[in-house]
């Protein structure tokens, strides 16, 4: 038998001269999140904060976008929904809903907080009634339907495993059943057959919800694609993610600028080393790429540790990720050359580069033109190079990276480290 071990206690890693940063524009949560309300046609707006506000910072950004008009915030987990209570997000700034539960939820301390739940399955429903109970307040629960996404959630099929027992508890007042909702498999693909097909099933199971006696506050589907491509999916509640920071949920189709989106999160370095090599020389592990001049090589203190996808490596199979390298007329991007390593990549700067150790080299934020042809690395760029999605560029970003709150918006901008 293994026993639990207490592990001694860490001071939490605050940043001080660590040589990059991720620097989080709340100016830009809160425009993003005015133009989703725009864009939602009288819905109201549930900005999603999960996973750290996809790498954000929960509650800065939680704030910005109640700033910015949602109405609502989202979490997958009630300990962050609980965050966001502790960080002073009280029921008269939002809405809370949380979503994603394992036997064992603390159901008691969500309705405590004054936070809406999601019911999936039966035991959820016996857990918070005895939650509601227990704590004498009345809980608010939205019941969750898989209309086809084939994850979490009651299948419509089995409504009747659940409806009832939840009507039941409302008659009782031990809770209200203020929400109906549902979550899409292919909303990035607009008009896909399977949109159309969910959208059916969810609106039968509203239709036999209300027969059998539901007085629905709040009915939801819209995610970031829906909210932008989809308004007959926008019902009273959207709820974008991805959006809300600034990335394109459609970037085959529109990039984050025509959305009218703007990147919230831009991630920095200082070079830490800048040096010349002759030509042939391997770079990094495995020596996936090697000089073929005469050149000058510039490490970036940044590498998997901090979420910096290794499948962004580059050599022979194809380029590494971008990183913006000087600035104004001389900004121009270079792909990493070589293996992504833990603390660290490389790149081939060129044998002309003016770059010192110590300069600021910027490996994604806001799409802006450059002087040189082409546009600034944003988030986007490097999911491609790592054939991933922008959501895990910024939600796997590692806690080693200091994120720096600042505020554009206004005439003095303030700073203010998370
Ligand atoms: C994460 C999540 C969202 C937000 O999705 P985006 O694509 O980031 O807009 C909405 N609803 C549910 C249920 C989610 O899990």
Not at 115 to 139: H, I, L, Q
Not at 328 to 350: E, I, K, P, S, T
Request: glycine letters at 10%; charged letters at 20%; one cysteine or more.
């Amino acid at each position: 038998m293994s026993l639990p071990i207490d592990p001694p206690a860490a001071p939490p890693l605050d940043g001080a001269g660590f040589p990059a940063r991720a620097v989080v524009d709340l100016a830009a949560i809160r425009g993003n999140v005015r133009t989703l309300r725009e864009r939602a046609s009288g819905a109201e707006v549930l900005a999603v904060v999960k996973a750290d506000a996809y790498g954000h910072g929960l509650v800065p950004s939680a704030r910005a976008a109640v700033e910015g008009g949602a109405t609502w915030l989202g979490v997958a987990q009630a300990s962050e929904a609980l965050a966001l209570r502790a960080g002073g997000i009280g029921p008269d700034d939002a809405r809370l809903l949380t979503w994603l539960h394992a036997p064992g939820v603390d159901f008691a301390a969500l309705l405590e907080s004054d936070v809406d739940v999601s019911v999936a399955a039966s035991w959820a429903v016996d857990d918070v009634v005895a939650a509601a109970r227990s704590t004498g307040r009345t809980a608010r629960v939205h019941l969750k339907v898989d209309t086809g996404l084939g994850r979490n959630g009651v299948m419509a099929d089995d409504l009747d495993s659940v409806l009832p027992a939840l009507l039941e508890a409302e008659a009782e007042g031990v809770l209200r059943l203020v929400g109906l909702w549902s979550h899409l498999a292919l909303a990035d693909e607009p008009g896909h057959p399977s949109v159309r097909a969910q959208r059916v099933v969810f609106e039968d199971v509203l239709d036999r919800a209300e027969h059998a006696g539901a007085r629905l506050e709040v009915r939801h589907l819209a995610n970031s694609a829906a909210t932008v491509t989809a308004p007959e999916l926008h019902y009273d509640l959207v709820r974008p993610g991805l959006a809300v920071y600034g990335m394109s949920p459609v970037p085959q189709l529109a990039s984050s600028r025509e959305l009218g989106l703007v990147p919230a999160m831009t991630v920095e370095a200082s070079l830490a080393t800048v040096k010349r090599v002759r030509a042939g020389q391997g770079v990094s592990y495995a020596h996936l790429y090697t000089t073929t001049q005469d050149t000058v090589l510039g490490v970036v203190p940044l590498g998997y540790g901090d979420g910096i996808p290794r499948h962004a490596s580059g050599g022979a199979a194809g380029p590494g990720g971008p990183v913006l390298v000087g600035h104004d007329d001389a900004a121009r991007v270079v792909r990493v050359a070589g293996r992504v390593c833990m603390d660290q990549v490389v790149l081939d700067l060129g044998p002309d580069t003016t770059e010192r150790a110590g300069d600021t080299v910027r490996l994604f934020g806001v799409d802006e033109p450059l002087a040189a042809g082409g546009t600034a690395p944003t988030a986007q760029d490097w999911a491609d190079a790592a054939s991933t999605i922008s959501y895990e560029i910024t939600t796997r970003l590692g806690a080693r990276i200091p994120r720096v709150h600042i505020d554009t918006e206004g005439l003095a901008p303030s700073t203010e480290h998370a």
